[in-house]
């Protein structure tokens, strides 16, 4: 990679303001009477501390590559430097005009002897001072001014920024400077340049070109500060393509997500209202068939027919072509297991005589036999991970699933259409009903009552202590119903002898009983005293509490609940937060969330918003004006009324309001400073050093998750700058001893949902002993792997970086006698060529002899070089090692197995423990967990 080629790209990089599309490099490099294929180029751009990619799925023709550097500019006045590894440069002359010309008391020589070894080191000494200068402009912060993240959030002329035209920030939408913005012409933030942001410009020294190239260099800093994508799809399948579109933003949805119900419309309380993406409908399914103009779908009559001839596998059911389409909700393996009115799909196979059996079940009327290893739920899972296909074992027998064709060897799949998927338990949508607080009635049906009439149900209610009366609203599927008998201890049989019904009912032609037997068939209404309850003691608890203390929380109001109802009312998004990892534990904290904001308008100004008119010094605790802020006082006031009954939150008293909104509304508290975070300084890389407004504090400290603990260079104290600034926002003193609690719970709200790999259905309640500690940053696979990029000769983290340094992509070690040292092994040329030879069965002496190596091929780009291509073997009859997808060395003609090494590789680090195949006739089971291969490597 150190030849002429990745000079020219390179240096045609920053000549072409620092970036160019993955389509223009052909042209560039034949101006350079250089001909090369698009996998040399693909190798080129794996280096990343070089090369930064717009990547979404596929590189296409319009894919932007844009240049790296390390390289900065010192921020020292000059002269006070005593060492760094900066560029001593004058800033204003990197950006086009330095006023102060000859007489500029910063360095103006590119090639000073410091510097060149600067950029020698960084091999960028070839670059002119233009090529060299547009580089530095795209890759430091320092340079250029910030789009002001405030002005970019809130609805008011200068949005939620408090400077408003004396902010020295650039009030420009953010999303229009990264070629982004899909309002256009719509959208309310600026898309020019007004007098303000010409003026901080050529403040900071922008030439009148640079100033023509914002755009294009900010859209550049957007993409080298962009995090890698998260693709499902192996990145390797990345696919070179033209476009003849113009490149717009990505779909924020997908159609999957516009075609489903939404679950939070079906429990009443969706926030995003009108602007949700899902389908808002009271069922959890929908039947539908195209209008005559193809352009509307209109709803079928006599659903609850549809669904349950649907729901029947002895149905053939067909979907008409596109005309007729059936919306669900989400599938319920895609949620935790605390979520109601998802899709329960049931997967079937076809008998011999063909009658549907569900898979991991017997046949109806059969018992002792050997039914599916695999049940519905697993296939679900598979189905929906797009894997093809999927092993499985039934009595003697081994079967393979393709889930492509539908087609298994002995059985068929209920799958030729989506339409043939049973779905349990959405027969009939959602009835609302009184919840009657007697169970089993005296000469009545055993079960759980509910009432259509709330009068009825009221009968049953009693006052204990009190006048009061309580009584549960509640969502109840009651499916097929039929009427009840004292006798039933569970439904009946169906009058077609197959199955039972749902439920039973006072009156078959008018219900106004119903009588449920199941738990999984009734949610109480979020509405209902439990979640009150949770929500307020929240609130009343800094907004925050551990889950092991809810039980506690519960029994002062008299109320016992079990942990599955508790996660199911934690799985409303819209009021709490979970600080989640993969388990749930006694000391997991939840959090209280609202939507609801400040209003930031002067009052009188603010025509109409959705926000709450109040004094944010009142909800910090210390208003100095009192009667006379001009700010309103009144939480109860006829327009914050409207909004608080709105959000449910009306019951709240105004310590419990005040303290959910400190938690959610940024406005209100002062942000902790992020440059003070960065960096090795004493303010970090903070400009305003001791005039600013932001928190100069430790922001792991505040968040409870520092590990440096009292070894950390940041503050884990308030000095009197910070409480300066505190005191200046109205906080009282009990909010300030709370502020680590306060933003802690900031923190949580903001999370993101975490990347959790196993089901999170699996999630488990459990005790802890030990205090909370940070995650590990590093696991041991990484700490064991060789640095890819040191091989490549440009590690950034240097000595610092988890991985190991070393000259070869694998290494061979021995433990040394004090069992605390790793030895290198001699000779480990030979070592590795008998361990790539799978006659060898080379074995590593217990824990005494380890391999590290570079990370394994697959789960890395195709253009990334030196990663391990690990290869499969299986041994045939007679001893001989035979490459998985291969045939036999010698032999032509045969019928390899229908996995390859790479494919196996996949599911292998995937951790799944069975992959199905095939070879000639015969189907195959390979058990990871137990398998004895042998493996060897190329590199």
Same mark, same amino acid.
């Given at each position: 990679?150190?030849?002429?080629?990745?000079?020219?790209?390179?240096?045609?990089?920053?000549?072409?303001?620092?970036?160019?599309?993955?389509?223009?490099?052909?042209?560039?490099?034949?101006?350079?009477?250089?001909?090369?294929?698009?996998?040399?180029?693909?190798?080129?751009?794996?280096?990343?501390?070089?090369?930064?990619?717009?990547?979404?799925?596929?590189?296409?023709?319009?894919?932007?590559?844009?240049?790296?550097?390390?390289?900065?500019?010192?921020?020292?006045?000059?002269?006070?430097?005593?060492?760094?590894?900066?560029?001593?440069?004058?800033?204003?002359?990197?950006?086009?005009?330095?006023?102060?010309?000859?007489?500029?008391?910063?360095?103006?020589?590119?090639?000073?002897?410091?510097?060149?070894?600067?950029?020698?080191?960084?091999?960028?000494?070839?670059?002119?001072?233009?090529?060299?200068?547009?580089?530095?402009?795209?890759?430091?912060?320092?340079?250029?001014?910030?789009?002001?993240?405030?002005?970019?959030?809130?609805?008011?002329?200068?949005?939620?920024?408090?400077?408003?035209?004396?902010?020295?920030?650039?009030?420009?939408?953010?999303?229009?400077?990264?070629?982004?913005?899909?309002?256009?012409?719509?959208?309310?933030?600026?898309?020019?340049?007004?007098?303000?942001?010409?003026?901080?410009?050529?403040?900071?020294?922008?030439?009148?070109?640079?100033?023509?190239?914002?755009?294009?260099?900010?859209?550049?800093?957007?993409?080298?500060?962009?995090?890698?994508?998260?693709?499902?799809?192996?990145?390797?399948?990345?696919?070179?393509?033209?476009?003849?579109?113009?490149?717009?933003?990505?779909?924020?949805?997908?159609?999957?997500?516009?075609?489903?119900?939404?679950?939070?419309?079906?429990?009443?309380?969706?926030?995003?209202?009108?602007?949700?993406?899902?389908?808002?409908?009271?069922?959890?399914?929908?039947?539908?068939?195209?209008?005559?103009?193809?352009?509307?779908?209109?709803?079928?009559?006599?659903?609850?027919?549809?669904?349950?001839?649907?729901?029947?596998?002895?149905?053939?059911?067909?979907?008409?072509?596109?005309?007729?389409?059936?919306?669900?909700?989400?599938?319920?393996?895609?949620?935790?297991?605390?979520?109601?009115?998802?899709?329960?799909?049931?997967?079937?196979?076809?008998?011999?005589?063909?009658?549907?059996?569900?898979?991991?079940?017997?046949?109806?009327?059969?018992?002792?036999?050997?039914?599916?290893?695999?049940?519905?739920?697993?296939?679900?899972?598979?189905?929906?991970?797009?894997?093809?296909?999927?092993?499985?074992?039934?009595?003697?027998?081994?079967?393979?699933?393709?889930?492509?064709?539908?087609?298994?060897?002995?059985?068929?799949?209920?799958?030729?259409?989506?339409?043939?998927?049973?779905?349990?338990?959405?027969?009939?949508?959602?009835?609302?009903?009184?919840?009657?607080?007697?169970?089993?009635?005296?000469?009545?049906?055993?079960?759980?009552?509910?009432?259509?009439?709330?009068?009825?149900?009221?009968?049953?209610?009693?006052?204990?202590?009190?006048?009061?009366?309580?009584?549960?609203?509640?969502?109840?599927?009651?499916?097929?119903?039929?009427?009840?008998?004292?006798?039933?201890?569970?439904?009946?049989?169906?009058?077609?002898?197959?199955?039972?019904?749902?439920?039973?009912?006072?009156?078959?032609?008018?219900?106004?009983?119903?009588?449920?037997?199941?738990?999984?068939?009734?949610?109480?209404?979020?509405?209902?005293?439990?979640?009150?309850?949770?929500?307020?003691?929240?609130?009343? !608890?800094? $907004?925050?509490? *551990?889950? @092991?203390?809810? +039980?506690?929380?519960?029994?002062?109001?008299?109320?016992? =609940?079990?942990?599955?109802?508790?996660?199911?009312?934690?799985?409303?998004?819209?009021?709490?937060?979970?600080?989640?990892?993969?388990?749930?534990?006694?000391?997991?904290?939840?959090?209280?969330?609202?939507?609801?904001?400040?209003?930031?308008?002067?009052?009188?100004?603010?025509?109409?918003?959705?926000?709450?008119?109040?004094?944010?010094?009142?909800?910090?605790?210390?208003?100095?004006?009192?009667?006379?802020?001009?700010?309103?006082?009144?939480?109860?006031?006829?327009?914050?009324?409207?909004?608080?009954?709105?959000?449910?939150?009306?019951?709240?008293?105004?310590?419990?309001?005040?303290?959910?909104?400190?938690?959610?509304?940024?406005?209100?508290?002062?942000?902790?400073?992020?440059?003070? !975070?960065? $960096?090795?300084? *004493?303010? @970090?890389?903070? +400009?305003?050093?001791?005039?600013?407004?932001?928190?100069? =504090?430790?922001?792991?400290?505040?968040?409870?998750?520092?590990?440096?603990?009292?070894?950390?260079?940041?503050?884990?104290?308030?000095?009197?700058?910070?409480?300066?600034?505190?005191?200046?926002?109205?906080?009282?003193?009990?909010?300030?001893?709370?502020?680590?609690?306060?933003?802690?719970?900031?923190?949580?709200?903001?999370?993101?949902?975490?990347?959790?790999?196993?089901?999170?259905?699996?999630?488990?309640?459990?005790?802890?002993?030990?205090?909370?500690?940070?995650?590990?940053?590093?696991?041991?696979?990484?700490?064991?792997?060789?640095?890819?990029?040191?091989?490549?000769?440009?590690?950034?983290?240097?000595?610092?970086?988890?991985?190991?340094?070393?000259?070869?992509?694998?290494?061979?070690?021995?433990?040394?006698?004090?069992?605390?040292?790793?030895?290198?092994?001699?000779?480990?040329?030979?070592?590795?060529?008998?361990?790539?030879?799978?006659?060898?069965?080379?074995?590593?002496?217990?824990?005494?002899?380890?391999?590290?190596?570079?990370?394994?091929?697959?789960?890395?780009?195709?253009?990334?070089?030196?990663?391990?291509?690990?290869?499969?073997?299986?041994?045939?009859?007679?001893?001989?090692?035979?490459?998985?997808?291969?045939?036999?060395?010698?032999?032509?003609?045969?019928?390899?197995?229908?996995?390859?090494?790479?494919?196996?590789?996949?599911?292998?680090?995937?951790?799944?423990?069975?992959?199905?195949?095939?070879?000639?006739?015969?189907?195959?089971?390979?058990?990871?967990?137990?398998?004895?291969?042998?493996?060897?490597?190329?590199?």
């Amino acid at each position: 990679m150190a030849g002429v080629l990745p000079k020219i790209i390179f240096a045609n990089l920053c000549e072409n303001q620092g970036c160019v599309e993955f389509g223009r490099f052909k042209e560039v490099l034949r101006r350079g009477h250089f001909t090369v294929d698009n996998s040399v180029l693909l190798k080129i751009l794996s280096e990343d501390g070089k090369y930064a990619v717009s990547l979404a799925k596929e590189i296409q023709a319009d894919t932007l590559v844009v240049a790296k550097t390390h390289l900065r500019v010192c921020q020292q006045v000059s002269g006070k430097c005593s060492q760094c590894d900066n560029l001593h440069l004058c800033r204003y002359l990197i950006c086009g005009n330095c006023r102060y010309g000859n007489e500029c008391k910063n360095y103006h020589d590119v090639a000073s002897e410091y510097n060149l070894a600067l950029l020698k080191e960084a091999g960028l000494q070839d670059l002119t001072e233009k090529q060299l200068f547009q580089l530095l402009l795209q890759n430091d912060d320092y340079l250029l001014p910030k789009i002001c993240s405030h002005y970019n959030r809130g609805n008011g002329e200068h949005g939620s920024c408090t400077f408003t035209t004396s902010c020295t920030n650039l009030h420009v939408c953010r999303h229009f400077l990264q070629a982004d913005c899909k309002f256009g012409d719509t959208c309310k933030r600026a898309h020019s340049f007004n007098e303000q942001i010409m003026k901080i410009l050529k403040g900071r020294g922008l030439s009148k070109k640079n100033i023509q190239l914002l755009g294009k260099i900010y859209h550049s800093k957007s993409i080298i500060k962009q995090p890698l994508p998260d693709i499902e799809v192996p990145i390797r399948n990345l696919q070179i393509r033209a476009t003849t579109s113009e490149t717009t933003a990505a779909p924020a949805t997908s159609e999957a997500d516009r075609n489903e119900i939404c679950l939070y419309f079906l429990r009443q309380h969706c926030s995003f209202k009108e602007k949700c993406v899902r389908v808002h409908y009271q069922l959890p399914y929908r039947w539908q068939v195209q209008g005559s103009d193809s352009l509307n779908w209109i709803d079928l009559p006599n659903m609850e027919n549809k669904e349950k001839a649907y729901c029947d596998p002895k149905n053939n059911v067909k979907l008409l072509g596109e005309t007729v389409r059936r919306l669900s909700t989400v599938s319920s393996v895609s949620k935790p297991n605390f979520f109601i009115l998802t899709t329960d799909w049931l997967w079937y196979w076809q008998d011999v005589d063909g009658s549907w059996v569900e898979y991991g079940h017997n046949k109806e009327g059969e018992s002792g036999g050997s039914p599916a290893s695999v049940n519905s739920e697993t296939l679900e899972r598979v189905y929906l991970s797009e894997e093809e296909t999927e092993g499985f074992s039934a009595g003697n027998q081994q079967y393979i699933i393709n889930f492509k064709g539908a087609m298994t060897a002995h059985c068929h799949i209920f799958r030729d259409v989506p339409a043939e998927r049973e779905e349990e338990n959405p027969k009939r949508g959602p009835q609302t009903a009184a919840l009657c607080v007697c169970t089993g009635g005296e000469g009545q049906t055993e079960g759980s009552y509910f009432a259509r009439d709330a009068s009825y149900s009221d009968m049953y209610s009693r006052a204990h202590g009190s006048r009061r009366k309580v009584m549960f609203v509640a969502h109840v599927l009651v499916g097929e119903f039929t009427t009840g008998s004292s006798s039933y201890a569970r439904p009946p049989s169906r009058s077609t002898g197959k199955g039972l019904y749902d439920s039973c009912v006072n009156n078959i032609r008018d219900p106004g009983i119903f009588v449920v037997f199941e738990k999984h068939q009734i949610y109480p209404e979020m509405a209902g005293v439990v979640s009150k309850c949770i929500f307020a003691n929240l609130c009343e !608890n800094q $907004g925050c509490l *551990e889950f @092991g203390r809810f +039980k506690e929380v519960l029994r002062r109001g008299h109320i016992t =609940v079990d942990n599955s109802v508790l996660l199911k009312i934690l799985s409303d998004d819209g009021k709490y937060a979970v600080s989640l990892a993969k388990e749930i534990q006694a000391d997991t904290l939840v959090v209280a969330k609202t939507h609801l904001r400040v209003c930031h308008q002067v009052p009188g100004k603010c025509s109409q918003c959705n926000n709450l008119h109040l004094c944010r010094h009142l909800i910090c605790g210390n208003c100095r004006y009192g009667k006379k802020c001009k700010y309103s006082h009144d939480v109860a006031s006829e327009y914050n009324l409207a909004l608080l009954m709105e959000a449910g939150l009306q019951n709240l008293s105004e310590k419990q309001l005040f303290q959910l909104l400190l938690l959610n509304d940024d406005y209100l508290l002062p942000e902790i400073c992020s440059h003070y !975070n960065r $960096g090795n300084g *004493e303010h @970090g890389i903070c +400009k305003f050093t001791t005039s600013c407004t932001n928190l100069h =504090v430790c922001q792991h400290f505040l968040q409870a998750d520092c590990k440096f603990g009292d070894t950390c260079k940041r503050a884990h104290s308030f000095n009197e700058q910070i409480m300066k600034i505190l005191k200046g926002r109205g906080l009282s003193k009990k909010n300030i001893q709370l502020l680590g609690k306060i933003y802690h719970s900031k923190s949580i709200i903001k999370q993101p949902l975490p990347d959790i790999e196993v089901p999170i259905r699996n999630l488990q309640i459990r005790a802890t002993t030990s205090e909370t500690t940070a995650a590990p940053a590093t696991s041991e696979a990484d700490r064991n792997e060789i640095c890819l990029y040191f091989l490549c000769q440009h590690c950034s983290f240097k000595e610092k970086c988890v991985r190991v340094h070393y000259q070869l992509p694998y290494r061979w070690q021995v433990q040394g006698s004090d069992s605390l040292n790793w030895i290198d092994l001699p000779n480990m040329e030979n070592t590795e060529k008998a361990y790539c030879d799978p006659k060898n069965n080379v074995k590593l002496l217990g824990e005494t002899v380890r391999r590290l190596s570079t990370v394994s091929s697959v789960s890395k780009p195709n253009f990334f070089i030196l990663t391990t291509d690990w290869l499969w073997y299986w041994q045939d009859e007679d001893g001989s090692w035979v490459e998985y997808g291969h045939n036999k060395e010698g032999e032509s003609g045969g019928s390899p197995a229908s996995v390859n090494s790479e494919t196996l590789e996949r599911v292998y680090l995937s951790e799944k423990e069975t992959e199905g195949f095939s070879a000639g006739n015969q189907q195959y089971i390979i058990n990871f967990k137990g398998a004895m291969t042998g493996s060897s490597l190329s590199l």
